[in-house]
């Protein structure tokens, strides 16, 4: 690298600069101007909304890394062409190349694809390095791809931004993505793809990453129908909420499936045995007896006061009006606006026969009539009602389980004391799946473009339902971990869930290569695979990096209090966020020791905690990641439920960097070292 080459890189990056900041003053004074153009008040809303944004996006980004790469084309249609590429479209002027062109621009793709043997008509790629503290351009590498030369994922500068020390919120990988993940970041809008990553593959990164491209790609598309991205908790929502306004797109809508589907506050608490019934598939065929029992077919002829005239709808044809809309097989609410309009139609004809003009007033008269008539075979029923009228009768219930559910499981659902109205219950949190398939029985729901589903592996049969209602028409990235998985109705099978996520045929893809987690951490994550009962291929990692230490600590409690303080203190002597993962259980005890020490902890309190040294329950961890990881007591993670094993499995790779294992009781059989020695790879 010669110092005049690098001159005219710090030039060329100034040049963006100042396109960048003329690019904020312009979205500034359109924000102005917009807000007097639109022609209707939605229009205005949504314009000012979308250059608001806009200009808060590129006002907080000048002075970041402007580009991360550039392309040197010699052969193609591209032949003789120079461009840079970054996060976002930085604009010369009109009629001008852009200076910076977005990481997801078609000629982009060549960034993350070329290769020796196959250039793509690459002269050169040149990757750039950058500091961060200030962010500064430091320097950049060539790889002739022309000439056979590819470093690829031995890329020094790649391996230094992979292996940046984690502090805050998750940040992208535009910089690093990989060929195989490139390729699911790009696939079509229309392709609905199964992810099964190990720990530290970036499933996650990919899957907000096909968000962003897919925006850009389909963007009047999906700007209607929108785009979901479903995480397991506020914690996890928390962590990687910076990646998508990192990369231009903040019109995305994150929650977890919990709060998608609450109706209202959850008061009520149910036995493990409940909650399983009502998150098993079954349910959703108890449900829909449940709700169509209600319908009842006619019994009497309707007769409707029409002026001077009683017009009549003999039973017969009442009854083929309600079982052909029953045949039809749509939401009940639309069924009854159904018959209500067939019945209508009947007695519209039979007045016009009579020369009678039937004009809006009196098809609104007509409907108010046969409406209270509707109410004793069709009759109109909130969520709340159905599901209520099920788990507080036990009749009813028997009659809508009957052959699905054992009478022990209807037993374990069925309320001991039934509330006095469906108003006054207090549901509980697994209720919720229950009332969102009934109001998914009675109507459909809000309908998204594309749902991006993480930790998928952990969503219940029911759970799952209720994103394939929300995603009818759309496309689903599904990523997780088998291996993770430790709900009590964990996915062992990808397939099965994919069908009761409505996308049976789904691509399944496995990433397998980690980028985050360290091999010296992997070897150990990968002996405890065959302890979970899945069949998922081990990890290999890019990582050479990294140190483990297993400490056993003595003098009981006491001991291995003292020893977690001095593995956060010896932790803190390096950069980056540390973390200490627990039990559940014991998260409060190993809190008061740290803090009683001297030592700031931050909890996660369902968000993102802020500070170097979190608490972590390990039933929390899943999907975070820290640079230093002290994990206390395995066996006592392993002890706490059925899933254990995943649990542990899941706090094991949350390390970037080094892990301590600090235990007072017994290690787990298959852990690799015995107590009181430790295993170190090369330390950062």
């Known amino acids: 690298m010669t110092g005049t080459e690098l001159d005219r890189e710090l030039a060329y990056l100034a040049e963006c600069r100042a396109a960048m900041r003329r690019m904020v003053e312009d979205a500034r004074l359109n924000v102005v101007v917009g807000e007097h153009v639109a022609g209707d008040r939605y229009s205005a809303e949504r314009l000012g909304r979308h250059l608001k944004s806009l200009a808060k996006q590129l006002g907080e980004e000048p002075d970041g890394p402007v580009f991360f790469g550039r392309l040197d084309f010699a052969t193609g249609e591209h032949a003789g062409r120079r461009y840079y590429i970054g996060r976002r479209h930085v604009s010369a002027g009109t009629g001008r190349q852009p200076l910076v062109l977005d990481w997801r621009a078609p000629v982009s793709r060549v960034f993350y694809q070329a290769g020796a043997r196959d250039p793509q008509g690459l002269r050169v790629r040149r990757r750039f390095g950058w500091s961060w503290r200030p962010v500064a351009l430091t320097g950049f590498e060539d790889e002739h791809l022309g000439r056979g030369d590819d470093t690829g994922t031995a890329s020094r500068i790649v391996a230094a931004e992979i292996e940046r020390p984690r502090v805050g919120p998750m940040r992208d990988i535009v910089a690093t993505i990989q060929p ?14 199964c992810v099964q990553g190990a720990p530290g593959t970036g499933k996650t990164a990919v899957g907000l990453h096909r968000a962003a491209y897919l925006l850009y790609a389909h963007r009047q598309r999906l700007e209607r129908a929108g785009v979901l ?9 928390g962590y990687i ?20 589907l609450t109706r209202g506050p959850v008061r009520g608490a149910d036995r493990e045995d409940a909650v399983l019934v009502k998150h098993d598939a079954r349910m959703a065929t108890v449900l829909r007896r449940a709700l169509y029992a209600r319908v009842t077919a006619p019994a009497e002829p309707l007769a409707v006061p029409d002026g001077p005239h009683r017009r009549r709808v003999r039973e017969e044809e009442l009854r083929d009006i309600v079982a052909g809309v029953l045949r039809e097989e749509i939401p009940y609410g639309v069924g009854r606006e159904r018959v209500l309009a067939r019945i209508v139609a009947v007695l519209r004809r039979q007045a016009e026969a009579r020369g009678q003009t039937c004009g809006a007033a009196w098809s609104r008269k007509t409907g108010r009539a046969v409406a209270g008539y509707l109410g004793t075979v069709w009759p ?13 009768d036990p009749e009813a219930l028997a009659g809508a389980a009957e052959g699905i559910l054992t009478p022990e499981e209807q037993a374990a659902i069925l309320w001991r004391r039934p509330p006095r109205s469906a108003g006054s219950a207090r549901w509980s949190a697994a209720d919720m799946v229950l009332l969102d398939e009934v109001a998914g029985l009675l109507e459909r729901p809000r309908g998204y473009g594309h749902v991006i589903v993480d930790e998928a592996q952990d969503l219940s049969p029911m759970q799952c339902r209720a994103v394939a209602r929300r995603n009818e028409h759309g496309s689903l990235t599904v990523l997780g971990d088998l291996a993770q998985g430790t709900a009590p109705w964990a996915a062992r099978d990808w397939r099965d869930r994919l069908g009761h996520l409505g996308k049976p045929d789904a691509q399944l ?26 069949d998922v291929p081990a990890t290999r990692s890019f990582r050479a990096d990294g140190r483990l230490r297993v400490h056993r600590a003595g003098g009981g409690p006491a001991g291995l209090s003292a020893a977690v303080v001095a593995a956060v203190r010896d932790a803190l002597g390096h950069d980056g ?18 803090r009683s020490s001297g030592v700031e902890v931050a ?5 993102t905690a802020v500070g170097r040294v979190t608490a972590v329950p390990a039933s929390l961890a899943k999907g975070l990641e820290y640079d230093h990881v002290v994990l206390v007591e395995p066996a006592e993670i392993v002890g706490a439920g059925a899933r254990g094993p995943h649990r542990l499995y899941v706090a094991l790779t949350r390390a ?5 294992v600090l235990h007072a009781g017994p290690l787990p059989d298959w852990f690799p070292q015995p107590a009181g020695t430790a295993v170190a790879g090369p330390g950062r």
Do not use: C, K, W
């Open 180 to 193: 195989e993940q490139d390729e699911l970041v790009r696939a079509g809008l229309d392709d609905s793809i």
């Open 656 to 660: 970037v960097s080094r892990l301590d």
């Open 603 to 607: 909890d996660l309190d369902g968000g």
């Open 241 to 260: 909420s910076a990646v998508l306004p990192s990369l231009g797109e903040v019109d995305v809508e994150q929650t977890t499936v919990e709060r998608l």
């Open 380 to 392: 109109a029923v909130t969520p709340e009602e159905v599901v209520a009228g099920l788990l507080g």
């Open 577 to 594: 966020s540390i973390a200490v993962i627990t039990s559940d259980d014991a998260l409060g005890p190993v809190t008061a020791a740290l």
């Open 229 to 237: 991205v479903l995480g397991p908790n506020q914690a996890f929502l």
């Open 509 to 534: 893809i496995a990433l397998t290569t980690g980028y985050r987690v360290p091999a010296v951490v992997v070897e150990i994550a990968n002996r405890l695979l065959a302890e979970l009962a899945v």
